[in-house]
């Protein structure tokens, strides 16, 4: 399937330019999410400035974590592709890692009680928008209201991105990961 809409192409906006030069690696090509969202200067200059990439309350690992599981759930291979290329090795996933976050139920013992409950929060908000009181209990002992706030609304900001690459067809990077590669 071809991409329902034509990605913006250069000469960029000097505002698109710039945010497109603060994201990607030099020399690196943008990627065609950002190009395809540069269509609408507006909204990309507000998902740009909602980025969650920097570093926050939670470990990198934990935030590839949520990102890995909440586009893979909601089938963006785009968006996982590409978090599977530049973070997984980064984020210490390996194979098995990935293919468990990928097909995997959230209790697998190849990860850590903490990180099973960061599973098992994207997986409730991915099935019932929301988290029960036994889930909610655990992750209050685990984690700070800081980390549980950012957490929530990493889920729900690749829910979007998913949404968008789902949506609009975009075609996958050449370097990014593919599902088939870790199918069970």
Same mark, same amino acid.
């Given at each position: 399937?071809?991409?329902?809409?034509?990605?913006?192409?250069?000469?960029?906006?000097?505002?698109?330019?710039?945010?497109?030069?603060r994201i990607m690696p030099p020399?690196?090509?943008?990627?065609?999410?950002?190009?395809?969202?540069?269509?609408?200067?507006?909204?990309?200059?507000?998902?740009?400035?909602?980025?969650?990439?920097?570093?926050?309350?939670?470990?990198?690992?934990?935030?590839?974590?949520?990102?890995?599981?909440?586009?893979?759930?909601?089938?963006?291979?785009?968006?996982?592709?590409? +978090?599977?290329?530049?973070?997984?090795?980064?984020?210490?996933?390996?194979?098995?890692?990935?293919?468990?976050v990928l097909h995997g139920a959230?209790?697998?013992?190849?990860?850590?009680?903490?990180?099973?409950?960061?599973?098992?929060?994207?997986?409730?908000? +991915?099935e019932t928008n929301a988290i029960?009181?036994?889930?909610?209990?655990?992750?209050?002992?685990?984690?700070?209201?800081?980390?549980?706030?950012?957490?929530?609304?990493?889920?729900?900001?690749? +829910?979007?991105?998913?949404?968008?690459?789902?949506?609009?067809?975009?075609?996958?990077?050449?370097?990014?990961?593919?599902?088939?590669?870790?199918?069970?």
């Amino acid at each position: 399937m071809s991409a329902r809409i034509a990605p913006e192409t250069p000469p960029f906006a000097e505002d698109i330019e710039a945010a497109l030069a603060r994201i990607m690696p030099p020399g690196a090509p943008p990627l065609v999410l950002f190009t395809t969202l540069a269509r609408n200067p507006r909204v990309f200059q507000r998902v740009m400035a909602s980025g969650l990439l920097d570093p926050g309350s939670i470990s990198l690992r934990e935030r590839e974590l949520i990102i890995d599981r909440t586009t893979s759930r909601c089938g963006s291979e785009y968006e996982w592709g590409v +978090h599977i290329a530049f973070f997984a090795e980064r984020a210490g996933l390996g194979d098995a890692a990935i293919a468990t976050v990928l097909h995997g139920a959230p209790d697998d013992p190849i990860f850590t009680p903490r990180e099973q409950l960061i599973l098992r929060l994207v997986d409730a908000l +991915h099935e019932t928008n929301a988290i029960d009181d036994a889930l909610w209990r655990p992750l209050k002992a685990e984690f700070s209201d800081e980390q549980l706030i950012e957490m929530v609304v990493l889920t729900g900001f690749y +829910h979007t991105i998913s949404f968008v690459t789902n949506a609009f067809a975009i075609p996958l990077e050449e370097n990014a990961a593919r599902f088939a590669a870790y199918r069970r």
